[in-house]
């Protein structure tokens, strides 16, 4: 295989051609109190079961694997939540929520790697039993990968889908501009386009630091056009910077300017701040949807109210489509970004301080594209003297875009690779 074709989309393509469907569902019509089938009474786990009791029949349920937490999810069609849970065996606690107006969701949350191997409704369609084995680390990703398992009741006992009382629809809007930013790099459509994205700017500056001032938007801004230039050298990806000035972006643009371009892969930099002036290090955060700690959830939540001006919230409506977006995401695209997110610590070890329990989860708006794999970078903390002074140095931010640059091009390889 020669260079050029190494470096071509069919990853990307393949990819895309998957999440667009996740994409359009969000312009179909969003229903109000549809006839649920049954409650959950009861979910309690053994060490080779999970019995899920409900009071009506339901439609199905679908089970599928994830990591990072390491973790069982169960949606259920035409069911509604309950509150009494048991937990046993590998399954350290249980959550239950409604994902949406039809469909409960089982969170079955793993003290050690285990799969569902089978499942089977009653014959009166009001229980599910599933089969539980513990597994070595190798078949849990496995099950990861393989996606949703989908097991129904007989169909005697099946539940009506749910009836429409009354619809409302939601279009998708965006406040991205017609013109969309610059793509740097050769001119040759077929080559992986890779935006990046300097946090803050304009009137929202940011962190601060005690130690000289510095304001986060102007070193995220360094640090990206950086990055940028590093990425060209290799002449094998396009780059695009969401803002190669100091403007401002509102959040859901940012994400959004990526899937415009139909970009494959979405980086956003940015240098935080700590109470703790010891804090140091670099961190890589992708999406989740529950923060993998306090301190990623509190990060996210200050970073999200960037778009609130005067007391007015920029993103409002945006922020509703976002939320219906991430609801339909294909589970692939949370894997890639978590995929990357390990390169890019790999890779940045050599080159800069990182944290301890350094790749986290957290539910900022940028990375909520559904079909974009996407991570943000805190490349360090301006609270720090020594982070300070390497981020705001021409060294330190060519030894953070040698970082970068080397976890993207073996990203794309590997993607070409496994396909």
Do not use: C
Not at 198 to 208: K, L, N, Q, T
Not at 336 to 343: E, I, N, P, T
Not at 353 to 360: A, V
Not at 377 to 404: H, P
């Amino acid at each position: 295989m020669d260079e050029k074709n190494f470096w071509t989309r069919t990853t990307a393509r393949t990819h895309k051609r998957h999440m667009l469907a996740a994409a359009l569902f969000a312009t179909l019509p969003v229903f109000s109190s549809p006839a649920i089938g049954g409650a959950i009474q009861q979910v309690s786990a053994q060490d080779g079961a999970i019995i899920v009791q409900f009071d009506d029949i339901v439609e199905k349920a679908a089970v599928f694997a994830l990591t990072g937490p390491d973790r069982i999810a169960v949606d259920v069609s035409g069911a509604k939540a309950g509150f009494t849970v048991q937990p046993g065996g590998p399954v350290l606690n249980i959550r239950q929520g409604q994902y949406n107006a039809e469909t409960a969701r089982i969170v079955l949350d793993l003290a050690e790697p285990a799969i569902v191997t089978g499942g089977t409704f009653s014959a009166d369609g009001k229980s599910l039993k599933l089969s539980l084995s513990s597994v070595a680390r190798t078949a849990f990703s496995g099950a990861v990968g393989r996606g949703k398992t989908q097991i129904v009741p007989p169909m005697a006992f099946r539940a009506e889908p749910p009836k429409r009382r009354y619809e409302v629809t939601a279009p998708i809007r965006t406040n991205v501009a017609k013109g969309l930013p610059k793509i740097s790099g050769p001119a040759d459509a077929s080559l992986p386009l890779v935006v990046i994205d300097a946090g803050h700017g304009g009137h929202d500056p940011g962190a601060i630091s005690p130690h000289g001032g510095q304001r986060e938007k102007e070193v995220t801004l360094a640090i990206a056009k950086a990055v940028r230039d590093e990425m060209l050298k290799s002449g094998r990806v396009r780059v695009a910077l969401t803002r190669d000035n100091d403007k401002f972006v509102v959040l859901q643009d940012r994400y959004q300017i990526a899937r415009k371009l139909n970009a494959d892969l979405f980086i956003s930099i940015h240098a935080d701040s700590a109470e703790n002036r010891q804090a140091s290090g670099g961190t890589v955060y992708t999406l989740s949807e529950v923060a993998s700690d306090r301190e990623a959830q509190r990060l996210a939540a200050r970073e999200n109210k960037a778009n609130i001006i005067n007391g007015v919230n920029l993103g409002g409506a945006d922020a509703n489509v976002s939320s219906i977006l991430i609801d339909l995401t294909q589970r692939e695209t949370m894997n890639v970004s978590a995929d990357f997110a390990k390169l890019l610590l790999r890779e940045a070890t050599p080159n800069m301080r990182i944290r301890g329990n350094s790749h986290r989860f957290a539910s900022f708006i940028v990375l909520k594209a559904p079909d974009t794999p996407s991570v943000l970078f805190e490349t360090g903390y301006l609270s720090n003297e020594t982070d300070v002074s390497f981020l705001a140095s021409s060294n330190g931010q060519q030894k953070v875009a040698r970082a970068v640059a080397n976890a993207i091009q073996v990203h794309f390889a590997r993607r070409i690779a496994t396909r």
